[in-house]
C-alpha cells in the first residue's frame, strides 16, 4: 500500500478558499487514481473528487461541483484539492486514498485504499 500525507487544513470563513495537499512516499504514485473524501462528525466517509492516474480525468460530488477542483502533479507525488466558496457543511475531516484497480469511477469508500490521516478544515459562517 502507499503512504498518503494530507495537509493544508485550516479555519476560513465561508466564501474563503483552501488548497489541500496529499503526497505519497513511493514513486509508483503516477500509475493510479486517487481520490478526496470527507467526514464530518457523527456522519459517514462522503466522496468528494477523484482524477485518473495522468490527470486527464476526474468526477466529484455533486456538492462540489463548480467549487472544488482536484489536480495532480506526479513530479512531486501530490494531488491537490482546490476548494473555493466555502460553505459551512463542507467543514469536515479531508482524507486522500488511493483509487482500487479497474475501479475507476466509483465512489464508495471500501474500492480505495492507503488512507491517508486526514487535514481539518472548518468553514465559520
Known amino acids: 500500500q502507499e503512504r498518503l500525507v494530507e495537509s493544508g487544513g485550516g479555519l476560513v470563513q465561508a466564501g474563503g478558499s483552501l488548497r489541500l495537499s496529499c503526497t505519497a512516499s513511493?514513486?509508483?504514485?503516477?500509475?493510479?487514481?486517487m481520490g478526496w473524501f470527507r467526514q464530518a462528525p457523527g456522519k459517514e466517509r462522503e466522496f468528494v473528487a477523484a482524477?485518473?492516474?495522468?490527470?486527464?480525468?476526474?468526477y466529484y460530488a455533486d456538492s462540489v461541483k463548480g467549487r472544488f477542483t482536484i489536480s495532480r502533479d506526479n513530479a512531486k507525488s501530490t494531488v491537490y484539492l482546490q476548494m473555493n466558496s466555502l460553505k459551512p457543511e463542507d467543514t469536515a475531516s479531508y482524507y486522500c486514498?488511493?483509487?482500487?484497480?479497474?475501479?475507476?469511477?466509483?465512489?464508495?469508500?471500501?474500492?480505495?485504499?492507503?488512507w491517508g490521516q486526514g487535514t481539518q478544515v472548518t468553514v465559520s459562517s
Open positions: 513511493r514513486r509508483t504514485f503516477s500509475t493510479y487514481a
Open positions: 486514498a488511493r483509487i482500487m484497480p479497474a475501479h475507476w469511477g466509483t465512489k464508495a469508500p471500501n474500492d480505495y485504499d492507503s
Open positions: 482524477i485518473s492516474w495522468s490527470g486527464s480525468s476526474t
